[in-house]
């Protein structure tokens, strides 16, 4: 529509324009200026991310697996905390990143499959090693248990890691029987101690003797004829007996 239509005169016409047109070169400004500052917003987001990428390819083709994985996770919260971009330049930011983890986890999760068979076969090793040390009868022969448990305790090293959950039950059987023939070592070492031998001889002397005092008691209080000195005397002199049973015993054991 010209001036001319609606009757505004050259004057206000002109006014008019300079008001249009300062009002679009100050929206162009403010365009110009915003789009600038959202580029800038864009640029370093997208380095931000460019640094994580990097990050992320440098582990790519690590085996430490533990730290690597802490790794990873610590890269995803930074990334998640990370300033978006533009969506064409995240979105392709975002498969590199996330093709570095890939890659690291497919490798990761092969190698733990093939752990897992592994240990699993060493399982198989270590439970039929439980079977020969469970056999083992330190008792009846103590230096043939203590030689074959060492043999199967360098086999159980060699045998290497089983499965985390086996781990606890068949390490438990093992230390039983480390338990037994430990025990029947100690047992045998006290029956062969020089000190317990002697100290069972005093003993068996001693109560000998003391028998002998209270056999002759004994028929003193007969002769006297007195019904409690003859029961206190039989009662000592049973007890006496008695324990040069077991110290008679114990002596026996001792060899």
Known sequence: MQSEDIGLDRPTEEALWKRLSAARASFDRMRKQFFSQLDERHAEAAAQKEELIARAEAMQDSTDWGP?????????????????????????????????????????????????????????????????????????DLDAAKSALRSIQDRWEEAGK??????????????????????????????????????VEGASSQLHSAIASYEEALEKARAG???????????????????????????????
């Not at 606890?168 to 000190?195: C, G, H, N, S």
């Not at 000195?229 to 110290?247: G, M, N, P, Q, S």
């Open 68 to 140: 690597t994985v802490r790794a990873y996770k610590d890269l995803m919260n930074q990334w998640r905390r990370a300033p978006r971009g533009s969506r064409k330049k995240d979105d392709a930011q975002w498969k590199r990143f996330k093709a570095a983890q890939d890659t690291f986890f497919a490798a990761r999760n092969a190698d733990l499959h093939e752990t897992e068979a592994e240990q699993r076969k060493n399982l198989e090793v270590k439970e039929a090693l439980l079977v020969e040390a469970e056999a083992l009868d330190p008792g009846k």
């Open 225 to 255: 004829g007195d019904p409690k000195k003859i029961a206190e005397a039989e009662a000592a002199l049973e007890a006496r007996k008695e324990w040069l049973a077991v110290i008679e015993r114990s002596a026996r054991d001792l060899g």
């Open 162 to 199: 089983v499965p985390r959950g086996d781990m606890r039950r068949i390490d438990d059987r093992l230390r039983a029987v480390e338990r037994a023939v430990k025990d029947a070592e100690q047992a045998e070492w006290r029956r062969t101690d020089p000190r317990t031998k002697a100290r």
